[in-house]
């Protein structure tokens, strides 16, 4: 058997995704326990770094096995396109902070808090994690696996960006129950899914969502709106 058939190809789609979501799920069992013993104000850090090294390494382990990221389209217009996409969800993302579109308590996490040196530190390793490490493994769960797998469960034979309704409105759907304002993800679902659709190419939903978190994360930053992170 070769190397690149050596995974079902579900798994390195589905791996760094679900440590990361494992990650959110350690860190909420055990941060009341660990809060007793460390600093709490380190704890929220501290996860995330982690989280985001681990499934960094994950990607890096299966990159190769990505066949569905091409250079192949991406032009001036579709990179234009895409810049455009990603402000267009960011706006849309503060605006729909409505409270009957929020699952969950907001606890925002103010890292303004932490030591001068934590602080910048912390704040770098989050901007890289949710504008170029979040994108990569969302895109690759949710545009390459989960829009194709609702298609047909031999996912892999279905070509990337294929449209049926049922997989446009489910798969939108799901990604926008990930999240804490659901109504922000289903929209943001519903865009990156047409910029798929239209581009052919996984990169561009990858560029444009690490378009709206990038820009998220400066409004954040400027404003001091932490519950959005």
Known sequence: MSERSSFKPWIPRVVPFALYMLFILL????EPVLANHVEPIFLTPTFYSVKILLVTISLIY???HYDELSFKGINAQTILLSLLVGAVVFALWINLDLEFAKQGKDEPYDPT?????FYYTFITIRL???SIVVPVFE???WRSFILRYIINTDFASVK???FTLPSFIISSVLFGLE???WLAGIVAGFFYNLLLYKTKNLYCCILSHGITNFILGLYIL??????FW
């Not at 860190?27 to 055990?30: I, L, M, S």
């Not at 808090?113 to 040196?117: G, I, K």
């Open 27 to 30: 860190q909420n069992t055990f």
């Open 62 to 64: 299966f990159w190769k």
């Open 113 to 117: 808090l932490l030591p001068v040196t």
């Open 128 to 130: 890289i994690g949710a």
């Open 139 to 141: 895109e690759l769960f």
């Open 160 to 162: 990337l960006a294929t």
């Open 179 to 181: 999240h804490n304002l």
């Open 222 to 227: 400027k404003t001091g709106s932490w519950s």
